[in-house]
């Protein structure tokens, strides 16, 4: 089945110690997304991939980078993870921009700072 | 922002009772969606809706759409225990159509 998939599911490490979490879907869309979910919040939006364009929200701290290799994959870097960055990421993808608001969800990966 | 904001934020019902939560968002909008996470789990796309429908259905799920009031609700018919989970809505808006999602609704439901 078509789908959007993250790994790991559960990510521990330590604080300072960079981490990466990956998402990689068969979907063959063209836009993939990063939002980061803290407790008991909403969703919010990191940044996005429309093909090889990197888009950062305005608010995303540079701490945390992205990297798509091809059309499959996408990975979040963070840096130096503060406990401030313990959180649910979710990545997501959408056929096009136009289509921007069907966005087809991945199980989320949760990250735990130490 | 234009985040939106949902109410109520939780709310707990019996099964079979109906589950009605409401969203308002503050811009214009092209779209808007609703979502449904389970605990600790990824986001499930239920239903969108475009901004010329007023109405939209989906088995047990009925949604409508007030672009004057910029308010949205969500009903849950004949709820079931499965239906537990906080649902959120999400607008989009013209050009690219960056979710912006609401605060989300946490439902309980009960056997």
């Known amino acids: 089945d078509a789908m959007v998939i993250q790994n790991p599911r559960y990510q521990v490490t330590q604080f300072g110690k960079p981490v990466t979490l990956s998402c990689s879907q068969t979907l063959n869309h063209n836009v993939m997304y990063w939002y980061q979910q803290k407790s008991s919040q909403a969703p919010k939006l990191l940044f996005h991939?429309?093909?090889?364009?990197?888009?950062n929200e305005a608010d995303t701290p540079d701490n945390f980078q992205s990297r798509r290799p091809n059309t499959s994959f996408c990975f979040l870097d963070i840096r130096s993870p503060g406990l401030g960055d313990a959180a649910m990421y979710l990545c997501?993808?959408?056929?096009?921009?136009?289509?921007?608001?069907?966005?087809?969800f991945g199980p989320g990966t949760r990250l735990t700072v130490l | 922002s234009q985040q939106g904001e949902e109410d109520p934020q939780a709310l707990s019902i019996q099964e079979g009772e109906n589950a009605t939560m409401n969203c308002s968002y503050k811009t214009s909008i092209n779209n808007l969606q609703w979502y449904r996470q389970n605990s600790g789990r990824g986001l499930v796309h239920l239903i969108l809706?475009?901004?010329?429908?007023r109405e939209k259905h989906s088995g047990r799920l009925r949604v409508t759409l007030d672009t004057s009031k910029k308010s949205s609700s969500l009903l849950i018919t004949a709820s079931r225990a499965a239906d537990t989970a906080s649902y959120f809505c999400a607008t989009g808006n013209t050009g690219f159509q960056k979710l912006v999602f609401g605060t989300g609704t946490r439902l309980l439901v009960s056997p």
């Open positions: 809706i475009r901004s010329n429908e």
């Open positions: 991939y429309y093909d090889k364009d990197f888009n």
């Open positions: 997501a993808t959408s056929r096009d921009l136009e289509r921007a608001g069907e966005q087809f």
